[in-house]
């Protein structure tokens, strides 16, 4: 497993009511744990993969809550697509720079940055809304389906169930994560009204529960999107 070292990071003391702050510093105390946990899962080379097929050569892909670029930004990097990651953590996107040198990194907070309308071939975002409040994901789902080109996708894991909450021992580390996410049927209305056509979604399993995996595009000037890789349902 690659790793590059990092200048130490002061970290101020995380107020409980400014949860992008709480999984800010998560993610920079524990980059590297969390590739280590969670690169190798097979799930996102079969999802990346299905994406690929279904882009032009070259395609302009967004990766939103890039990470380190492993695995997600660094296979579509591979596949010759121009990939563009953001992410809230700064120890992120400083290792996602090295990791995958093809691809280029941004370090903000996604739910402000500006991009030019269709920009973008496909967006992609990996267990990334669900660390954003839920208002803010419904208007970041607006802004996707504006920075996506008509018949653009987007690729995302949201909420199966409707929860908020905060584990104060993450991965076993003793740093605190936070996540919030609606249940499936309102993620489908908020994609839906954003003006993008949900195409497919499937439950991914995690533990007691899991997330679903959306797949939807961006209308194709007023023609019926292109096939789904999958049933919905």
């Known amino acids: 497993m690659r790793s590059c070292l990092v200048r130490p990071i002061t970290y101020w003391v995380v107020k409980a009511e400014d949860p992008k702050e709480l999984v800010r510093r998560g993610y920079d105390l524990l980059s590297e744990r969390y590739e280590q946990e969670f690169a190798a899962d097979g799930k996102y080379q079969s999802w ?4 690929c097929e279904r882009l ?26 121009r990939l563009t990651g953001i992410d809230i953590s700064e120890v992120q996107i400083r290792r996602a720079r090295v990791l995958v040198p093809g691809a280029a990194f941004m370090h903000g907070d996604v739910t402000t940055v500006e991009f030019a309308p269709a920009s973008f071939d496909a967006v992609v975002a990996m267990y990334t809304l669900i ?14 389906a504006a920075w996506l080109r008509p018949g653009g996708w987007f690729l995302g894991t949201m909420g199966h169930l409707a ?10 580390s003793g740093v605190a994560m936070w996540w919030s996410h609606a249940d499936a049927a309102t993620n489908r209305d908020w994609i839906t009204r954003s003006g993008l056509i949900v195409q497919a979604e499937e439950f991914v399993p995690e533990g ?15 023609t019926e999107s292109p096939a789904s890789p999958h049933q919905t349902g």
Do not use: K
Request: net charge negative; charged share 20%.
């Open 48 to 51: 990346i993969a299905e994406l």
């Open 56 to 81: 032009p050569a070259q395609a302009a892909v967004l990766d939103i809550g890039c990470g380190c670029g492993i695995p997600v930004a660094r296979d579509l990097s591979d596949a010759g697509h």
């Open 131 to 144: 660390h954003i409040p839920l208002e803010q994901q419904r208007l970041l789902l607006e802004r996707i």
């Open 163 to 172: 929860w908020t909450g905060t584990d104060s021992d993450w991965l076993g």
């Open 208 to 222: 007691d529960s899991g997330h679903v995996l959306f797949w939807a595009t961006s209308p194709d000037d007023g």
